[in-house]
T-cell receptor, first 114, second 113 residues
């Protein structure tokens, strides 16, 4: 596609429910990143994919968070048993995955846990 | 662990004032450096980048940044800001391909006309 696409753009869920957030990277981009953006916290790194594997998942805040990527393309971030502190904007970015390349960002999914 | 520090949380300037936003990183090896900007209601977009070569890089909208390796810094500058520069600015660092892109906490710039 022309850019990184994320869905849904907004999600309101009840505390304790599971949510899935989707990211469609730019076609041909092998690297994919997930971030969480909260007020005053900047962009918190969650996980990085190169192809379908995740060489760095050090930013996932708890075992309630998981992500997968299939076919070297679409990625899904899953949050189980959501808590109110999970409320944030979840951003996805992709890049060519080679040295000296930049990342392109999607519009994000605004998650609100009530 | 690699980290990025942005020293200014919120900067308030009048139009035509000069801007400098600080960014320091902790990793000592070869790095790629970026500044991203997020205008109100919009997604993050690249302002400028440094990969190698001339340490003074120029980006869009009159912004520039200087990489000083000895100081582990990559400060963003603009000689004369405009009201339309009101946005949040993020510094980011990555090592060679295959590692994560790490961001600072961001600096909110408010420019009054």
């Amino acid at each position: 596609g022309a850019g990184v696409s994320q869905s849904p753009s907004n999600k309101v869920t009840e505390k304790g429910k599971d949510v899935e957030l989707r990211c469609d990277p730019i076609s041909g981009h092998t690297a994919l990143y997930w971030y969480r953006q909260s007020l005053g916290q900047g962009l918190e790194f969650l996980i990085y994919f190169q192809g379908n594997s995740a060489p760095d998942k050090s930013g996932l805040p708890s075992d309630r968070f998981s992500a997968e990527r299939t076919g070297g393309s679409v990625s899904t971030l899953t949050i189980q048993r959501t808590q109110q502190e999970d409320s944030a904007v979840y951003l996805c970015a992709s890049s060519l995955g080679r040295r000296n390349t930049e990342a392109f960002f999607g519009q994000g999914t605004r998650l609100t846990v009530v | 662990a690699q980290s990025v520090s942005q020293h200014n949380h919120h900067v308030i300037l009048s139009e035509a004032a000069s801007l400098e936003l600080g960014c320091n990183y902790s990793y000592g090896g070869t790095v790629n450096l970026f500044w991203y900007v997020q205008y109100p209601g919009q997604h993050l977009q690249l302002l400028l980048k440094y990969f190698s070569g001339d340490p003074l890089v120029k980006g869009i909208k009159g912004f520039e940044a200087e990489f000083i390796k000895s100081k582990f810094s990559f400060n963003l500058r603009k000689p004369s800001v405009q009201w339309s520069d009101t946005a949040e600015y993020f510094c980011a660092v990555t090592r060679q391909a295959g590692t994560a892109l790490i961001f600072g906490k961001g600096t909110t710039l408010s420019v009054s006309s």
